[in-house]
C-alpha cells in the first residue's frame, strides 16, 4: 500500500492550505449572511452547503496529496463542487450556460493533467510524486513534456490566457462568497499545481520560465486591459483575476528562468514574490467580490453605469472596498506592494546578469508590470469613484449597512492585508522556509523588507500628522457646504456627472485595436467554423452511434495491437 | 536629511523661477519670485467650503497627496548620502508612493460628482499611466549601469564625469526626466495651468471643488512635486565637496525651472489625442537608452 498522503506537508504546502482556510472560513461566515436572500430555496441551500464543505474538504486536502491517483480524485472532487456551487441560481438559464462552460473547461484541465500523468507512470511505473521526482532527476531533460501538459492543466485551473475564457463567465454567475473564494483560492490551486511540478520536475528551467514569463506577461496586462472596459462589478474583477494570476506568473516564469541560468537570488526574489502575491491576492479579491456581492443586494444591479454615491449609503462596505482597491493596485501601505516589488527587484536583478537577447524579455516585463499597475489605477479609480463616490446615476432602493457577520470577515481580511504591509518581514520569513523546496536559497532582505513596513508605517502617520495640523489650523476657520462648482451651469444633475463609460473613453480609444481585435474570440470563431464540417456526424440516428462506438473500439485494439 | 531640507529649500523657488521667466520672456513686469507662496499662505488663513455630493473621502485626499509626496522626498539621496528612507528597490516605493497620491485625487475628483472634475480625473489617470514606464526604464538603465537597486546606491556610484559617453547619458535622462516631471506636475505641453477653459484642464480641473487650506496644501505639493523631480536630476550630475554639491543641485534646480518656464512662453499645448503619442515617445526614447547600456 503506497502511501497517498505527505507525511508531513511541507512548507509549500502549509503555504497553502493556509492560504485555504483563512478565504474559505471568510467566505462561510459572509455566505451565511449572504444566502438569507435565498431562505425560499431551501433545496438549493442543502445542496450549496454540502458542496461548500466538500469542496473546503477536497481543496485542503489536495496539497498534502502525494499521489497522482488521488490527486486527481480530489480534483475531480473540487471541480465538481465548484460547479454545482457555481449554478446556486440554478432557476436562471444564465447561471446554468456559465456553470456548463466552467464544467467544461475544468475537464480539459483535468484531460491535460491526467495525460501527463500517465506519461510519468509509463516512465516510472508508480503514480507516487516521489517517483515522478526520482526519474527525472535521474533522467534530467527527459520530462518536457510531461511537466508541460501538466501545467497546461494547471494554467487552466489557474486562468492563464488563453485558458482564462470561463473567469469572466463564471464570476457573475456565482453567489458573491463563491466568487471570492474561487478568485481567491480556487485558481491558487492551480498555481499550487505549477509551484508543486516546479519541485518534482528537473527539467530545462531557463527554456520553461522564459514560456511562462510571456504567457504570463500577456495574461497581464490582457486582464487588466479588458477589466477597465467592463461595467459588471463582478466582470470587472473577474477580469483583474487574470491580470493577478499574470503577476503571480512573471514571479514564477523569471524564477524558472534565473533557476535554470544559475541565478539563485534571482530565483528566490522572484519566487518569493509570486508566493507572496498568491497570499495577497487571496486576501484583496475575496475582500472585493464580497463587497461587490454587499453592493449587488442593496442596490440588486452589478451595472457600474446604474450606481453612485453608494459610500454615503453603505459606509463599511465603501471603506473595505477602498482598502482592497489600493492593495490591488499594489500602492503602499497595503500588501500588493510587497509582493510586487519583491517581483521588480528580481527583474531588476536579474537585467545586469541574463544574454541579450533574455534581457529584452526582461525589460518588456518590467513594462508589463509596470503598466498594469497603471492601468489597474486606471480601473480601480472607476470602479470606486464611478460606484461610491458622487451621486447615484439612477433611482436606487432604500438601503442600509449590513450586519456583523458581513463586516467581520472583511475586517479580518482588511486587517491581515495591513499586517503584510506593516510587517512584511514576518510573512517573507514564512516564504523562506519554502525557497529550499523550491531549489533557491532563502531571500537574504531583512533590511530591506523591515524598511518597507516602516515607511509604510511612517506613511500612514504622515497622513494623520497632516490631519492633526489642519484640525488646529482651521480650527476658527468658517467651513460651510455647498453645491458642486458647476462653471457656471446652475441647475446640476446626477445625469451630468462623469459615467464610467466616458471616464475610460480616452483609453478605450487608443488601445481600441487591441480591445476589440478579438484576440480569443476570432480564433475560437474559426475553430467552430471549422467543427461545423463534421456536424453532419452528429445526426441523431441511434445506429449511426453505435456504429461509432463499434469503429472507436476496434481502433483502439487495432492500434495497441500494432503498438505492442 | 540634507536632501530633504534642500529640496523644501528649492521648492520655495521653483515655482516662482517659472513665473518670472514666463513674465521676462512675454516682457512683462509680473509678479515677484515669492508670488506663489504668498497665494498659499493666504489660502492656508482661509475657510473651507466643501461640495454636498462629496464624503470623507474628499476631505482626506489632499492629506494623502501631501503624505505621498513627503514620503518620496524621503527616499531622494543627496549624491552618496542616503535619503531617510533607504532601501534595495526603493525606487519602486517612489513611484507607487506618488500614485496612491494621485489616487486619491482622482476619487476625490469623482466625488464631488462634477462632470468637469470626472473629465480631469479620467485624462489625469490615463496620462500617468503612460508616463509611468518611462521612469522606471531610466531607473532601470541606470541600475545596469551601476549594478545597484536603490537610488542612493546608484547614484553614489554612478560615474557621470567618466566619459563622454557618461556624461551624455546622464544629459538624455536629465532631459527624459525632465519631461516626465512636467506631465506629472501637469505641465505644457499635456496641460496648460493658466489655461481659462475647464474643457482644456486636467489637472486644475480636478482641484476646482477643493478650497481654503487643502487647495493650499494642493498647490503646495505640487511645488514640492517640482523640487523633488529637480532633486532627482540634479542627483545626476552631483560630484566633489558637499557645497560644490550644494552649488550644482541649487544649479540643476534653477535650470530645471528656466527650463519650464521658457517651453511654457514659447510653446502651445498638445492636442489632447496627441498627448498619448507624446508621451509614448518618451518611454521609447528610454528604452533606445536601456538598450544603448545593454548592448556596451
Not at chain 1, 262 to 272: C, E, H, N
Not at chain 1, 362 to 367: D, E, Q
Request: net charge positive.
Amino acid at each position: 500500500m503506497t502511501n497517498l498522503f505527505y507525511t508531513a506537508p511541507d512548507a509549500l504546502s502549509l503555504w497553502f492550505m493556509a492560504i485555504i482556510v483563512i478565504v474559505f472560513t471568510a467566505g462561510a461566515f459572509y455566505g451565511a449572511d449572504y444566502l438569507k436572500a435565498y431562505r425560499s430555496h431551501k433545496r438549493e441551500l442543502r445542496l450549496h452547503v454540502l458542496n461548500y464543505a466538500a469542496v473546503f474538504a477536497s481543496m485542503l486536502a489536495l496539497p498534502m496529496i502525494s499521489n497522482a491517483v488521488a490527486f486527481l480524485v480530489a480534483w475531480e472532487i473540487m471541480a465538481l463542487g465548484s460547479f454545482f456551487l457555481i449554478i446556486f441560481e440554478s432557476w436562471k438559464p444564465e447561471t446554468i450556460k456559465a456553470g456548463i462552460n466552467f464544467f467544461i473547461q475544468s475537464h480539459i484541465s483535468v484531460v491535460l493533467l491526467t495525460i501527463g500523468f500517465l506519461m510519468m507512470y509509463d516512465k516510472t511505473g508508480s503514480f507516487d510524486f516521489a517517483a515522478i521526482k526520482a526519474c527525472s532527476t535521474a533522467n534530467p531533460g527527459t520530462c518536457g513534456w510531461p511537466f508541460a501538459l501538466i501545467c497546461a492543466g494547471f494554467a487552466v485551473k489557474a486562468g492563464f490566457v488563453p485558458f482564462h475564457t470561463w473567469l469572466p463567465v463564471a464570476h457573475p454567475a456565482a453567489p458573491a462568497h463563491i466568487s471570492g473564494v474561487m478568485s481567491g483560492v480556487i485558481i491558487k490551486i492551480g498555481i499550487y499545481g505549477i509551484f508543486r511540478a516546479i519541485t518534482l520536475f528537473e527539467i530545462n528551467f531557463a527554456t520553461a520560465g522564459k514560456i511562462i514569463l510571456a504567457v504570463a506577461a500577456v495574461s497581464g496586462l490582457y486582464g487588466v486591459m479588458m477589466a477597465i472596459v467592463q461595467h459588471n462589478l463582478k466582470k470587472l474583477l473577474a477580469y483583474h483575476s487574470i491580470e493577478n494570476i499574470g503577476i503571480i506568473g512573471i514571479g514564477i516564469g523569471l524564477g524558472c528562468m534565473a533557476k535554470g541560468m544559475g541565478l539563485p537570488t534571482v530565483a528566490s526574489l522572484a519566487f518569493a514574490g509570486a508566493l507572496m502575491h498568491t497570499l495577497n491576492h487571496a486576501l484583496f479579491k475575496s475582500s472585493l467580490f464580497f463587497t461587490a456581492g454587499n453592493v449587488y443586494q442593496a442596490a440588486h444591479t452589478l451595472n457600474v453605469e446604474q450606481l453612485g454615491g453608494l459610500f454615503r449609503r453603505l459606509p463599511l462596505t465603501g471603506f473595505y472596498f477602498l482598502i482592497a482597491a489600493v492593495a490591488i493596485c499594489g500602492l503602499p501601505p497595503m500588501n500588493g506592494f510587497v509582493s510586487e516589488l519583491l517581483i521588480y527587484l528580481g527583474l531588476f536583478d536579474s537585467l545586469g546578469q541574463m544574454p541579450a537577447l533574455s534581457q529584452l524579455g526582461i525589460t518588456a516585463s518590467i513594462v508589463a508590470l509596470v503598466l498594469i499597475g497603471g492601468l489597474a489605477i486606471l480601473c480601480f479609480t472607476k470602479a470606486f469613484g464611478i460606484v461610491f463616490l458622487g451621486e447615484s446615476r439612477s433611482e436606487l432602493p432604500e438601503m442600509k449597512e449590513f450586519g456583523a457577520l458581513r463586516s467581520v470577515p472583511l475586517a479580518v481580511l482588511a486587517a491581515l492585508m495591513l499586517s503584510v504591509g506593516l510587517c512584511p518581514g514576518f510573512y517573507v520569513g514564512l516564504i523562506n522556509n519554502i525557497l529550499p523546496e523550491l531549489g533557491c536559497r532563502s531571500v537574504a532582505l531583512s533590511g530591506t523588507v523591515s524598511t518597507i513596513g516602516i515607511a509604510s508605517a511612517c506613511l500612514i502617520a504622515v497622513v494623520l500628522l497632516l490631519a492633526l495640523v489642519r484640525r488646529l489650523a482651521t480650527r476658527r476657520k468658517p467651513v460651510s457646504e455647498g453645491e458642486t462648482w458647476g462653471c457656471g451651469y446652475t441647475v446640476p444633475s446626477s445625469k451630468l456627472q462623469y459615467t464610467a463609460t466616458s471616464f475610460v473613453k480616452t483609453y478605450s480609444q487608443t488601445f481600441k485595436g487591441i480591445l476589440k481585435s478579438g484576440f480569443i474570440d476570432k480564433a475560437a470563431a474559426s475553430y467552430i467554423r471549422f467543427t461545423e464540417r463534421f456536424a453532419f456526424l452528429q445526426n441523431g440516428r441511434l445506429q449511426s452511434y453505435i456504429l461509432y462506438g463499434i469503429v472507436f473500439i476496434v481502433v483502439t485494439i487495432l492500434l495497441t495491437m500494432a503498438l505492442c | 536629511m540634507l536632501s530633504i531640507l534642500l529640496i523644501f529649500a528649492a521648492a520655495l523657488f521653483f515655482s516662482g523661477i517659472i513665473v518670472r521667466t514666463k513674465s521676462v520672456c512675454a516682457g512683462r513686469r509680473g509678479p515677484g519670485i515669492f508670488q506663489p507662496l504668498k497665494d498659499v499662505v493666504r489660502l492656508f488663513r482661509k475657510g473651507t467650503v466643501y461640495s454636498t455630493s462629496s464624503t470623507v473621502i474628499f476631505r482626506v485626499a489632499p492629506l494623502v497627496y501631501m503624505a505621498s509626496v513627503l514620503m518620496a522626498v524621503a527616499c531622494i539621496p543627496f549624491g552618496s548620502r542616503p535619503g531617510l528612507i533607504s532601501f534595495e528597490g526603493d525606487f519602486v516605493f517612489f513611484a507607487y508612493v506618488l500614485s496612491l497620491g494621485k489616487f486619491f485625487c482622482i476619487i476625490a475628483a469623482l466625488d464631488t460628482a462634477s462632470s468637469f472634475e470626472g473629465m480631469g480625473a479620467s485624462r489625469e489617470s490615463f496620462y500617468s499611466m503612460l508616463a509611468e514606464p518611462a521612469f522606471f526604464l531610466i531607473m532601470g538603465s541606470l541600475a545596469l549601469i551601476t549594478g545597484n537597486t536603490s537610488f542612493s546606491g546608484i547614484f553614489a556610484s554612478l560615474q557621470t564625469y567618466g566619459s563622454f559617453f557618461g556624461f551624455g547619458a546622464a544629459l538624455v535622462m536629465a532631459v527624459l526626466l525632465l519631461l516626465v516631471s512636467m506631465i506629472e506636475n501637469s505641465r505644457l505641453p499635456i496641460d496648460d495651468p493658466k489655461t481659462h477653459l475647464e474643457l482644456t484642464m486636467i489637472h486644475e480641473v480636478m482641484i476646482l471643488d477643493n478650497s481654503g487650506f487643502d487647495l493650499g496644501l494642493i498647490l503646495s505639493t505640487g511645488y514640492l512635486k517640482f523640487a523633488m523631480y529637480g532633486a532627482v536630476i540634479a542627483n545626476l550630475f552631483l560630484c566633489g565637496s558637499t557645497a560644490c554639491s550644494v552649488g550644482i543641485f541649487a544649479l540643476v534646480q534653477v535650470l530645471c525651472a528656466v527650463a519650464i518656464g521658457l517651453t511654457e512662453s514659447f510653446m502651445a499645448r498638445f492636442r489632447m489625442n496627441h498627448n498619448p503619442e507624446f508621451i509614448f515617445s518618451l518611454s521609447a526614447a528610454a528604452f533606445i537608452i536601456l538598450f544603448t547600456i545593454v548592448n556596451l
